[in-house]
């Protein structure tokens, strides 16, 4: 899920369980993964509407020139991953 804040941060979400959220906000530098509850994530964070596939690819290429934590570079690529598995069978 792709999402932006107030701020227009964008932010990719690589983890939910319900209770606790873990994105990695775009910005300059290394990426790195921010922990929040659903509730702060709720309040600040909205659904955005650009493609998810597109964004990872950006992501990714900003991981591989300016680094992230291999926590973030992880979820990004399963992330990743899992979206080839689901569009590729279907072309």
């Known amino acids: ?11 990719i979400v690589i983890r939910n369980d319900g209770r606790n959220i ?7 530098g290394k990426l790195v993964v921010v922990r ?5 994530f ?3 964070w909205q659904p955005h509407e650009y493609p998810l596939e597109k964004a990872l690819s950006s992501f990714l290429e ?5 680094g ?4 973030a570079l992880k979820g990004l690529q399963t992330l990743a991953a899992r979206d080839q598995t689901v569009i590729h069978p279907l072309f």
């Open 62 to 66: 900003h991981a591989h020139q300016q």
């Open 36 to 40: 929040t509850t659903r509730d702060k």
């Open 22 to 28: 873990r994105l990695v906000p775009m910005k300059s």
């Open 1 to 11: 899920m792709l999402v932006w804040n107030a701020h227009r941060t964008n932010a």
């Open 68 to 71: 992230a934590t291999s926590e």
């Open 42 to 44: 709720d309040a600040e």
